[in-house]
């Protein structure tokens, strides 16, 4: 089978549906494991109530996110009400850390395998950091079509794909619901996810600059493994 007939090649980017329900799972057992069982029922009444506020305060966000997906709208709100309940306990840095830590860096381990439908890219014919490389590149066109990451240019060369990123919808939409730290997610997701998936498609990812983290673009590298400079450790 050719890369281009899997079912999510340029198919709109969100969270998989069977990575949804593992998010679920991951986000009980991290707060029940802070919080015991009574502090997680607390979080969860705290999440419904600030979940309802910001819908009714942010409509127009609500209807940003809704145009893009089901499951996006969903999670920004969700994940926005989380945010918030958590902040009333922890302070933001901490609830931060803690949705990072805790829920973000588990959620990549199954999510990011399930975005580039994984099992089955391995076995397209061809090689597989090529038809990687073209995975990224529709999955990008989709999200510039949709309006949400623009690509502004990339450049496919042998042993590299580098993509460049101009707008973020995480930024965007977390930044209009006042809870800007949660811009970031996107990039501890993939921070966290593409080292797990690297030798399955023969990769090696590199970041330096992200739209989240202060910088005016995102730009992604993407290295057949083997051929990357030794600075991952300055991935953003």
């Known amino acids: 089978m050719k890369v281009e007939k ?4 340029g198919a709109r980017l969100e969270m998989p549906k069977e990575a949804v329900k593992e ?7 991290a707060l029940r494991k802070r919080f015991g069982i009574w502090g997680t029922i607390a979080i969860f009444k705290d999440t419904f109530t600030n979940q309802i506020k910001l819908k009714k305060e942010y409509p127009e966000t609500r209807r940003k996110a809704a145009a893009i997906s089901e499951v ?33 860096n588990e959620i990549a381990k199954t999510s990011m395998a399930s975005l580039y439908q994984l099992d089955d890219l ?3 014919e061809g090689d597989i950091f090529e038809n990687f490389k073209k995975f990224n590149i529709a999955m990008f066109e989709r999200t510039t079509r949709d ?19 101009t707008t973020c919808a995480n930024v965007e939409l977390f930044s209009e619901l006042g ?4 811009g970031k997610f996107g990039c501890d997701h993939d ?3 593409y080292p797990i998936i690297e030798d399955d498609v023969d990769c090696e990812f590199r970041r330096m600059c992200t739209i989240a983290k202060g910088d005016d673009c995102c730009i992604f590298e993407f290295y057949r493994k083997g051929t990357a400079p030794d600075n991952a450790h300055l991935n953003k």
């Open 6 to 9: 899997l079912e999510k090649y």
């Open 23 to 29: 998010q679920d799972k991951i986000i009980f057992r």
């Open 72 to 104: 996006i709208d969903k999670e920004l709100f969700l994940f926005s009400g989380i945010f918030l309940a958590l902040a009333k306990r922890l302070g933001r840095e901490g609830a931060y850390e803690f949705f990072k830590t805790k829920v973000m």
């Open 122 to 124: 391995k076995k397209c």
């Open 147 to 165: 309006g949400t990451w623009l690509m502004e240019n990339y450049e496919d060369e042998t042993d590299k794909l580098t993509i460049k990123i």
């Open 179 to 182: 809870v800007p730290e949660l």
């Open 191 to 193: 921070l966290a996810g």
